[in-house]
């Protein structure tokens, strides 16, 4: 089992950055993939970016890709999603999410939540 916390959300302007992370406990983090998802108020739960066990495989959202970046540090047991030219559309509480499947898929493929943080990015 694992259990994750997530950090480095917070209120940026429009345009501006922020990194994420999430922070791992429990044994064997890198025989997890990890998935970023997020949720805006009023709205499913959307797959944002994931990353394969060894960081060779990562996916994104149509919505972030080229803006944003997984990555992961095995021997710290972290990872991270850099995120730039944020938008107010992707202001939601963003949620790091692991899965022992080597490639996982939708949020129901991932058994394992951090609570959450939230990002507000304002025009």
């Known amino acids: 089992q694992v259990q994750l916390v997530e950090s480095g959300g917070g209120l940026v302007q429009a345009g501006g950055s922020l990194r994420l992370s999430c922070a791992a406990s429990g044994r064997t983090f890198s025989s997890y993939s990890i998935g970023w998802f997020r949720q805006a108020p009023g709205k499913e739960r959307e797959f944002v970016a994931s990353i394969s066990w060894s960081g060779g495989t990562t996916y994104y959202a149509d919505s972030v890709k080229g803006r944003s970046t997984i990555s992961r540090d095995n021997a710290k047991n972290t990872a991270s999603l850099q995120m730039n030219s944020l938008k107010p559309e992707d202001t939601a509480v963003y949620y790091c999410?692991?899965?022992?499947?080597?490639?996982?898929?939708?949020?129901?493929?991932?058994?394992?939540w951090g609570q959450g943080t939230q990002v507000t990015v304002s025009s």
């Open positions: 999410a692991a899965s022992l499947l080597a490639v996982a898929g939708p949020s129901s493929t991932y058994p394992y």
